[in-house]
């Protein structure tokens, strides 16, 4: 039950892309199409962005998308806008009923 | 619309215990998996534990084992986390969190929070 590593932050100008990478194992991440990511303000709970590694909730925009080679899945955030700023975190199911997340990304907007 | 409501979080000792509640409202209780996330303060997200939707599995983070119950009543649309022999480490908000596809979690509270100190 480690946590999936991400790093610790990433940036970007406005209308930028950038890429947040979520690294685990074969027993979490690798074995099974179960990844979501989460945004989260400060203060604020967690709002799910994306699950199975690459589908968006309804009211999610299209600017968020997910993807996922071998161990790794990735978060990319096209179009930066400044309400785009907060912690992002990964998760993925682990196997019998376990759930992992990462240690959280924090992306700032320049 | 779909609505989350922790309560029960407080100032603890050590070796203490509580009882968190979750009331939830806006969709089938009874038809979802529902979990207990946390967060340190300044911390990322822990999952602590989940719940099959009619409460016959239960599942634990390996740090909680022994010392936490997790259980649902789907009469009352409530989810419980009965925290026993409290440590300093689990000093954090308490999230509850609904099951959504594919072992996402869709919606959650706006947590409560739990503090262990002497």
């Known amino acids: 039950q480690s946590a999936l590593t991400q790093p610790p932050s990433a940036s970007g100008s406005p209308g930028q892309s950038v890429t947040i990478s979520c690294t685990g194992t074969s027993s979490d991440v690798g074995g099974y199409n179960y990844v979501s990511w989460y945004q989260q303000y400060p203060g604020k709970a967690p709002k799910l962005m994306i699950y199975?590694?690459?589908k968006r909730p309804s009211g999610v925009p299209d600017r968020f998308s997910g993807s996922k080679s071998g161990n790794t899945a990735s978060l990319t955030v096209s179009g930066l806008r400044a309400d785009d700023e907060a912690d992002y975190y990964c998760s993925s199911y682990a196997g019998s009923g376990n759930l992992v997340f990462g240690g959280g990304t924090k992306l700032t907007v320049l | 619309e779909v609505q989350l409501v922790e309560s029960g979080g407080a100032l603890v000792q050590p070796g203490g215990s509580l009882r968190l509640s979750c009331a939830a409202s806006g969709f089938t209780f009874s038809d979802y998996w529902m979990s207990w996330v946390r967060q340190a303060p300044g911390k990322g997200l822990e999952w602590v534990a989940s719940i099959k939707e009619d409460g016959s599995e239960k599942y634990y983070v390996d740090s909680v084992k022994g010392r936490f119950t997790i259980s649902k009543d789907n009469a009352k649309n409530t989810l419980f986390l009965q925290v026993n022999s409290l440590r300093v480490e689990d000093t954090a908000v308490y999230y509850c969190?609904?099951?959504?596809?594919?072992?996402?979690?869709?919606?959650w509270g706006q947590g409560t929070l739990v503090t262990v100190s002497s």
């Open positions: 969190a609904k099951a959504g596809l594919a072992v996402s979690r869709d919606y």
């Open positions: 199975e590694v690459s």
